[in-house]
């Protein structure tokens, strides 16, 4: 019923109990779920789960924060590792001007190289912005043939107008459910609902009344409730709207 489009089971916060929360996410409500990668160990843990389990696709790709890490050798290896049959998008990939773990002219150099691998290898991309909506959005206009989604978003009306008019999508986590989200709620009531998905990041960004806990995939029933709301649709539809928007998004 519902597909959570960005999360990170690799992380080390599931290591204690990966399996038994994967298994149970059809009881869960869950169907699909895309483990999105942060870095080459992340890349291939995640094609690890998604050979594992039916209904876990993967993505591959280095997170701003590791672009300092990256050779050229290391975009070879993600083509690569872009062949597996379950890998159906390249990301997360992107900019972060926030923390800076990055130089910001690696983390632009790196950004375009996934950008180009994305484009040879006719793949969707995942991008992370934070704190550089300028250079992310010039960047991404210049790959105006790439069909992409802003994850996390949480920016205001006129910046999604920007990407949305791009043809791109846009993901919503348990934020909208904060009490600070005014700006992302405002997107979610004037946006196309074609153009719309779900996601977690978990273990990240647990919903209300969740917050402050490791987040997973089940807690997506939080965030759908908080949309369905907002337009006036019943959880059920904002679920299945969503699952179909993300199935179409990455070829699934």
């Known amino acids: 019923m519902y597909f959570d489009t960005h999360a990170h089971y690799d992380d080390r916060r599931f290591n204690e109990d990966r399996d038994e929360l994967l298994g149970s996410m059809d009881a869960g409500g869950i169907s699909l779920i895309m483990n999105a990668s942060s870095s080459m160990r992340s890349a291939k843990f995640g094609i690890k789960l998604a050979d594992k389990y039916p209904f876990v696709y993967a993505s591959v790709g280095v997170h701003p924060h590791d672009s300092k890490s990256m050779t050229d050798e290391t975009v070879t290896e993600l083509e690569k590792l872009s062949a597996h049959p379950k890998v159906m998008a390249v990301g997360e990939i992107g900019l972060d001007y926030h923390y800076d773990f990055s130089p910001r002219d690696i983390q632009r150099k790196r950004f375009r190289e996934q950008l180009e691998l994305a484009r040879r290898v006719k793949k969707p991309v995942i991008v ?3 704190e550089a909506l300028t250079d992310t959005l010039d960047t991404i206009r210049e790959y105006g043939d790439l069909s992409g989604v802003i994850h996390c978003f ?15 999508h846009l993901s919503f986590t348990g934020v909208v459910t904060y009490k600070n989200a005014r700006k992302a709620l405002e997107v979610l009531e004037k946006m196309p609902a074609d153009r719309m998905m779900l996601e977690t990041d978990c273990p990240y960004l647990s919903p209300e009344p ?22 006036g649709m019943t959880i059920e ?6 699952l179909e928007n993300g199935k179409r998004f990455f070829g699934i």
Not at 154 to 168: C, P, V
């Open 128 to 130: 992370h912005e934070r």
């Open 154 to 168: 949480s920016g205001s009306w006129e910046t999604a107008k920007i990407i949305l008019d791009m043809g791109w």
């Open 210 to 231: 969740m917050r402050g806990r490791r987040n997973s995939s089940l807690n997506l029933p939080y965030i759908a409730e908080k949309i369905a709301e907002l337009r």
């Open 237 to 242: 539809e904002t679920a299945s709207l969503t």
